[in-house]
């Protein structure tokens, strides 16, 4: 090419033609690029700084990835635990549906406070009424009834009434009767009988009466029944409760209250105030039976129950995601930033039946005891894994806003990296257009250059 000799004018034209095409070159390069640094030798500061954003922005990336995984596994332990609380609740209500089954150790069963300090003395009598109308009752009195006396029970309040030594045949012990029966406030009218008395209250309400020896009043319905006490039958309630459902032939149930004891026999109720009372001195209530019977319904409900159990520590089992379970102790650890320096880590919690501390039902809730014990834990694991609702949920907020943030952070770093590195489409198309006019113009000018050397072809 040395051997070329071009005029000075056309070697100008073709060096401003060579400059115009290597820049058009680096707009189309732009333009195809998007980006105006390409490499570090277009420009080394923009470049490498621009490389270090993307990196971190690439890294950041890697991490949602992970902290989505982690939301999703305390998601999958939230749903484990409201599973969890569904079946707890359900346990509660068998544990409340089995307390309204009465227990036979509990109605029988004869406990330490229940001992009495006094009793009656041997071969008293207790008669137990034991006639289907309590609140009206008839009195049938004989030749020797002169100085017998009994007792009547108005509103749990004792009245004794003795007949008078000139009461020496029915009709006149009748007479005496029903005057001091009607001093008592009670409705009292002859019977059909000779020497018989119909009595009951003004207001219909129960009344009871009680002979105080084994010659006692006769009735015109049935007889009373009278069972007689030996100072270990009155013990304790229990043990007053089976000597009266031996003696009268039906079970008997014994009440007490705070300064009357309540008999119950046959439906009716006879109730022992005032000194009666005071020599009884019962501490509790009892009924006679066998307190080691075990109750069916109790024992269907506690079965019901155990399953329940079952279920729980199924579902704790089930409730992990890719490996991790949260409700079986495992933990998961959250890495939040590139140099692993801020992390969360989510303490797994034990949310089977052991963790909860809830146990299978007691001798199949035979006593109240047992069964309290259970409702006690039952209630206690819905608390604890409302708190363990409570601290993943806790936990999720932190990881989303974590989550949030580094999403946000990206952008930022992103916008950042192409800012230093993007290029101006719009000044580049400019650019280039401007090229394409400039080349074309040095095109025209290197062929006007060349016109004088041309000229010379004419001289031949």
């Not at 992970?66 to 332990?77: E, K, L």
């Not at 009767?177 to 209250?201: C, N, P, Y």
């Not at 009155?234 to 089976?242: E, G, Q, T, V």
């Not at 005032?274 to 019962?282: E, F, R, V």
Request: glycine share 6%.
């Amino acid at each position: 090419m040395a051997d070329i000799s071009l005029t000075a004018s056309m070697r100008s034209n073709l060096l401003s033609l060579q400059n115009t095409q290597s820049l058009m070159d680096m707009t189309q390069e732009r333009l195809s690029t998007g980006k105006k640094v390409n490499s570090a030798i277009d420009n080394p500061s923009s470049y490498y700084a621009s490389r270090s954003l993307t990196n971190r922005a690439s890294d950041l990336n890697a991490l949602l990835d992970s902290m989505g995984q982690a939301i999703q596994t305390i998601q999958a332990a939230n749903e484990g635990i409201e599973a969890i609380t569904s079946f707890a609740e359900q346990a509660k209500a068998i544990v409340n549906s089995a307390r309204d089954i009465p227990s036979n150790y509990d109605k029988y069963s004869i406990t330490s406070n229940d001992v009495s300090t006094a009793g009656l003395a041997a071969d008293d009598v207790l008669i137990v009424d034991s006639r289907e109308d309590m609140s009206e009752f008839t009195l049938t009195f004989g030749a020797a009834d002169a100085e017998k006396k009994f007792n009547v029970y108005v509103n749990g309040e004792a009245h004794e009434v003795e007949l008078e030594t000139t009461s020496n045949d029915a009709a006149k012990a009748a007479a005496d009767a029903k005057t001091k029966l009607q001093a008592l406030g009670l409705i009292v009218e002859d019977g059909d009988a000779a020497g018989s008395l119909k009595v009951r209250s003004k207001d219909g309400s129960d009344i009871y009466w009680i002979n105080d020896g084994t010659d006692g009043i006769g009735t015109a319905t049935t007889a009373a029944k009278s069972v007689t006490l030996e100072a270990a039958d009155i013990a304790n309630s229990a043990a007053l409760a089976a000597k009266l459902t031996t003696g009268l032939g039906t079970t008997a149930t014994v009440e007490v209250n705070a300064d009357q004891i309540t008999i119950m026999a046959e439906g009716k109720e006879f109730v022992v105030a005032g000194d009666a009372a005071d020599k009884l001195n019962m501490a509790d209530s009892r009924k006679s039976g066998n307190a080691n019977e075990p109750v069916a319904e109790r024992v269907s409900y506690a079965e019901q129950f155990n399953k329940i159990l079952v279920q729980i520590d199924q579902l704790a089992q089930d409730s992990g995601y890719k490996g991790v379970n949260l409700l079986q102790e495992n933990d998961l650890k959250v890495i939040f930033n590139e140099y692993r320096t801020s992390d969360l880590i989510v303490e797994g919690k034990d949310a089977s039946t052991k963790g909860l501390q809830m146990s299978e039902a007691v001798g199949d809730w035979q006593k109240d005891a047992d069964l309290e014990i259970s409702l006690q834990q039952v209630e206690d694991a819905i608390n604890t894994l409302r708190t363990m609702a409570s601290e993943f949920g806790t936990n999720y907020s932190i990881i989303q806003s974590r989550e949030d943030f580094t999403e946000n952070l990206v952008n930022v770093l992103e916008e950042g990296s192409d800012k230093l590195v993007l290029a101006d489409m719009n000044e580049e198309s400019a650019n280039m257009l401007a090229l394409q006019t400039r080349q074309q113009l040095a095109v025209n000018s290197l062929s006007l250059a060349s016109q004088a050397a041309q000229a010379v072809l004419k001289l031949f």
